[in-house]
Nanobody, 129 residues
Framework: QLVESGGGLVQPGGSLRLSCAASGDRLKDYSTVWFRQVAGKEPEGVSCIVGGDGIAGYDPVGYADSVKGRFTISRDNVNNTVVLQMNDLKPEDTANYFC???????????????????RGQGTQVTVSA
């Protein structure tokens, strides 16, 4: 089971830290993607991190162009979570953010994978003055 937390209302230029917590299995063994979705649109994979030992020769993390340089994905293995640090937030970042995980390793040269085995319900992020 995946549970997201950390969403809320923030002003443009502000920051939020989202957490994706797993119960049961070790999340570090799973590739994890943070998606965001606006009502009526397809989910967008904004950041991803490979699980396990990764794949030699490939970057272990990936980002959508729209968030590069502003968002950072990382693992907190002590708390069995994947964290998305979001800085310099913009109104267009407003969405429901959810995480998804899969035991398969992925490469991200073509973006974050879209279809993963498990997903959470999400946490709302609203960026507004």
């Amino acid at each position: 089971q995946l549970v997201e937390s950390g969403g809320g209302l923030v002003q443009p230029g502000g920051s939020l830290r989202l957490s994706c917590a797993a119960s049961g299995d070790r999340l570090k063994d799973y590739s994890t993607v943070w998606f965001r979705q606006v009502a009526g649109k397809e989910p967008e994979g904004v950041s991803c991190i490979v699980g396990g030992d990764g794949i030699a020769g490939y970057d272990p993390v990936g980002y959508a162009d729209s968030v590069k340089g502003r968002f950072t994905i990382s693992r907190d293995n002590v708390n069995n979570t994947v964290v998305l640090q979001m800085n310099d937030l913009k109104p267009e970042d407003t969405a429901n953010y959810f995480c998804a995980a899969d035991p398969r390793p992925f490469t991200f040269q073509n973006g974050c994978p879209r279809h993963l085995k498990f997903r959470g319900q999400g946490t709302q992020v609203t960026v507004s003055a």
